[in-house]
């Protein structure tokens, strides 16, 4: 709550989804927590009244009924904890509640904030640690089984979709995002859809994939060649691994974001392929497969012990392809720790 009333409010709706999860334990959604002074109550609705009962035993909750929206359940809930100033999620609440909240909370002063709970979920505790290690264990055995299965004729589609049936069978609830498979020059799209190439029609692929246990997940990309190994995937690779390389040496307890992705594109930058990388080089994971600390220009965030994040430097060739190379890295107290163990070698990844 500390942080709460440094912010300036006597309570926080708490209304990210993710956020309310790491705040009380809850699966569900369509609920928001407020965050009062000497009380927390869980607004929701009839579907989640015994599941919260489950889930967070020790939380009170409010079920509202139909007939009665959500907002003006909350108005009635911070009436009752006499909230005279309100902190709500400007990222996450909509705006028709947020424009019906203060149309009926009259009395009480709402103020938008950001990223309060994000900034708490960005250092991982020891509980998390172990879902984000089994997620890249899954993802890596669903990697393994991709790689032994993988024919010719399979399209991108089927390809992503097997990875993710294996996700599941492997005990992730299931891959933390639409996995990527892009074959060939479609490799040049950092956010391709997987869709009717066939993995034969082109002499590599990138798969940029990952799974989710327990919430969390990881994400991981790799570049599988499918053919004799073409001389420009081989030296822009060599770039993209050394940027990567050098980004890791400089993960530690104290380093500023943004320095470490200039470290990165410095390498890329200086094999003359600057204009060929345009992201960010990588960003936190946990519940969220995008959040903080962002590893990008202008970040100023300030790493420390227990935040894991993905350094993913790439090279994309319109026409031609691309290469990127994703790991999961956790920092340390003394360093960092690259998490992901599957190989990153390009001939050893070779296939057919
Ligand atoms: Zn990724
Ligand atoms: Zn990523």
């Not at 309570?11 to 569900?28: D, E, I, K």
């Not at 798969?207 to 327990?214: F, M, T, Y």
């Not at 993960?251 to 943004?258: D, K, T, Y």
Request: glycine residues 10%; aromatic residues 4%.
């Amino acid at each position: 709550m500390r942080w709460v009333r440094r912010a300036g409010a006597e309570a926080l709706l708490v209304s990210s989804v993710p956020n309310v999860r790491w705040l009380t334990g809850f699966t569900g959604d369509d609920s928001v927590l407020l965050l009062a002074e000497r009380q927390a109550l869980m607004i929701s609705d009839t579907r989640y009244d015994q599941q919260l009962g489950e889930e967070c035993p020790e939380l009170e909750r409010v079920i509202r009924r139909a007939g009665t929206t959500l907002m003006e359940a909350v108005v009635r809930a911070v009436r009752q904890c006499r909230v005279g100033k309100l902190a709500i999620e400007g990222q996450s609440l909509t705006a028709a509640d947020y424009l019906e909240l203060t149309a009926k909370l009259t009395g009480t002063t709402v103020q938008a904030t950001s990223g309060m709970v994000e900034r708490l979920r960005q250092v991982k505790d020891r509980e998390e640690l172990a879902a984000i290690r089994e997620a890249i264990a899954a993802a890596e055995r669903g990697f393994a089984v991709l790689r032994a299965t993988l024919r010719p004729e399979q399209t991108e589609k089927e390809v992503a979709d097997a990875l993710e049936h294996q996700l599941r069978l492997l005990g992730a609830e299931g891959a933390s995002f639409r996995s990527i498979v892009a074959v060939g020059d479609r490799a040049a799209l950092p956010h391709y859809r997987p869709g009717g190439r066939r993995v034969g029609q082109g002499r590599f692929m990138l798969v940029d994939w990952g799974a989710r246990v327990r919430g969390y997940v990881s994400d991981l990309t790799r570049v599988v060649p499918t053919s004799r190994i073409p001389a420009k995937l081989d030296r822009l690779f060599r770039v993209v691994e050394l940027a990567q390389a050098q980004a890791i040496r400089l993960l530690r307890p104290g380093a500023v974001a943004e320095e470490v992705d200039a470290a990165a594109r410095a390498v890329i930058a200086g094999a003359g392929l600057g204009r060929y990388f345009g992201h960010g080089l990588g960003h936190g994971i946990g519940l969220e497969v995008h959040e903080g600390p962002r590893l990008a220009p202008g970040s100023k965030a300030v790493l420390r012990a227990g935040m894991v994040v993905t350094v993913e430097p790439g090279i994309y060739v319109p026409g031609w392809g691309g290469v990127r190379l994703e790991d999961d890295v956790l920092i340390t107290r003394s360093g960092a720790q690259v998490l992901t163990t599957v190989s990153r070698n390009l001939a050893e990844l070779a296939l057919f």
